[in-house]
């Protein structure tokens, strides 16, 4: 059988894994890797202008595929990166970062060599990536396939980012090429059995339910699957504000968003009044859950997660997520878990006279297209989304958890690169853009590009909104938006406006929805001090903790 490199055997796993780009920042210890990662035509490069763009961008586009990889070079290039790795850590997104090593005859001497620390310690940055990943390995010749078979099997199984540190000598290396599937593991039969019984009690004496979706039903691929789960318990359901596409919110069941007493008021009497609470691959934390004004009842609670799943605080661990929900769908089906909750009006955002969060998000609403993805920063933006209805096929990518600003921008851009039919809109607030600025040209240049909308209200709104709001520290700079958009791709046909009333903005919405093959850069200008209502209810939260 005619042998492969080994930079050739880890671009045909990534393919098998459906990585068909790589994102990253070249570098001298990278270029032999990426030069044979990227001779089979497997993947397409994906360059961005620093390793922190590339490695937001790369978590956008796993959050579609499943899998992701960055490559960067040693030291200053995955340093760079790991902020990146770390939000995917915390988010359970599943990416490779590739780091291209120099040769490993220089590393065994401890060799002078830049990008290190010239201290001839090699394993500075493995040791560092250690922490922020579910496995990691510094290849040599000998094993290269194996060990990349189990880091890459790791990330699907754990849904947790990896690293791999290519030596250029190792990244040359001949081994055999792949001959079977990636090894990635199976539930424990006794372990799904135990959970059955455990869940079938705790239901057996239950009359109502509640289903809690969290951010893995989307992250796992298993929006279809909880949709049997919430069909067969007839039970409402609830959303986290870190699963908005978990539901189609058109559906009977729907009873809202639910972010502890910050939720919809339908979504509270759901959860409050259940006698079970199951909650489909929750994360709760602060930002997800009103500062944890949720509903905190373990011994009424089935909790599924990633490969593990709790009743009544009992742990079983060996059933994964969709094992999990398939058991749980056998049980509810024919029982009677229905319930009926009285009407209670959603209080969505209303348009007045001015332009501001609440015309900016109630027009959103309104003309924001079916089977889009909305993409938010943590700030102003992020809890203007959690307050609005969205139309069906439509999902929220943000990071509620990681909370790192600036992700939002290239995020969108691994998002349209993973899936075209998917038209992104960004709704960014200025300070979180100006720090991943960069992407605006290639989201510019894209065949299929987004609709970004700038919020700029000159500053950190969202800590305004926490503390010190007249504070020094959280006014940035003004930039003129739209020509900073023309500068970052001169002789691109975009589409750029500075709405200044609600009908303005109206019209640059239309025009931007009527218009898919241009980038449309709005820039729309807010009070410093202008927040969404569920901002304002989680500052008062936050203020009197």
Request: glycine content about 10%; some cysteine; hydrophobic content about 45%.
């Amino acid at each position: 059988m005619q042998t492969v490199t080994v930079a050739q055997y880890l671009a045909r796993r990534l393919g098998e894994l459906g990585v068909e780009h790589l994102f990253g920042v070249p570098g001298d210890f990278s270029l032999t890797l990426l030069d044979h990662m990227l001779a089979d035509g497997r993947q397409q490069w994906v360059g961005s202008p620093n390793e922190l763009n590339a490695g937001y961008a790369a978590d956008g586009y796993a959050r579609t595929r499943g899998m992701a990889a960055l490559v960067t070079t040693f030291g200053v290039g995955e340093l760079s990166a790991i902020d990146a790795v770390a939000g995917a850590y915390a988010e359970n997104v599943p990416l490779v970062q590739i780091t291209g090593a120099p040769p490993t005859a220089v590393a065994g001497r401890g060799a002078l060599v830049h990008h290190t620390l010239g201290d001839g310690d090699f394993g500075h940055f493995a040791r560092a990536y250690a922490e922020v990943t579910a496995d990691g390995a510094v290849l040599t010749a000998a094993g290269a396939a194996t060990r990349i078979d189990e880091v890459l099997a790791t990330a699907v199984r754990e849904m947790r980012p990896v690293y791999l540190a290519v030596p250029v000598d190792v990244a040359t290396a001949p081994v055999q090429p792949p001959a079977a599937p990636l090894p990635v593991g199976a539930a424990d039969p006794r372990a799904v059995d135990r959970f059955r019984d455990a869940a079938a009690g705790l239901l057996a004496g239950a009359r109502s339910a509640v289903l809690v979706a969290g951010h893995l039903v989307e992250r796992t691929g298993s929006v279809d699957a909880f949709a049997r789960l919430t069909a067969a318990a007839a039970s409402p359901v609830v959303t986290l504000t870190s699963a908005r596409g978990a539901i189609d919110p058109g559906a009977p069941q729907y009873a809202g968003v639910y972010c502890g007493d910050l939720g919809a008021k339908r979504a509270v009497l759901a959860v409050d009044t259940a006698d079970v609470v199951i909650e489909a691959g929750t994360l709760m934390a602060d930002a997800v859950t009103g500062m944890f004004s949720h509903r905190d009842d373990p011994a009424h609670t089935i909790h599924l997660g990633v490969h593990a799943a709790t009743v009544a605080g009992r742990v079983f661990e060996g059933v994964p997520f969709a094992t999990a929900l398939e058991v749980l769908t056998g049980l509810v089906d024919g029982r009677v878990l229905r319930r009926e909750l009285p009407d209670v009006p959603a209080r969505g955002p209303e348009p007045g006279e001015t332009l501001d969060q609440a015309a900016l998000w109630a027009h959103l609403q309104r003309l924001l297209p079916r089977g889009h993805r909305l993409v938010t920063d943590i700030g102003t933006t992020f809890w203007g989304a959690a307050g609005i209805t969205l139309p069906a096929g439509t999902d929220v990518v943000a990071q509620p958890v990681w909370s790192s600003i600036g992700y939002a921008l290239p995020a969108t851009l691994g998002c349209a690169v993973a899936d075209p039919s998917r038209r992104p809109v960004l709704v960014i607030g200025d300070g979180a853009a100006q720090m991943t600025v960069q992407e605006l040209g290639a989201l510019a240049r894209l065949p299929h590009p987004p609709i970004v909308i700038v919020v700029d209200n000159a500053g950190y709104t969202i800590e305004r909104a926490l503390q010190s709001p007249q504070a020094v520290y959280n006014d940035v700079a003004p930039w003129d938006w739209c020509a900073l958009a023309r500068a970052f791709a001169p002789g691109v046909d975009l589409l750029t406006a500075e709405p200044g009333t609600p009908a303005e903005l109206d019209a640059a919405l239309a025009e931007a929805v009527r218009t898919p093959e241009r980038c449309a850069v709005l820039h729309v200008r807010i009070h410093p001090l202008d927040v969404p209502a569920g901002l304002r209810g989680l500052a008062d939260k936050y203020q009197g903790r």
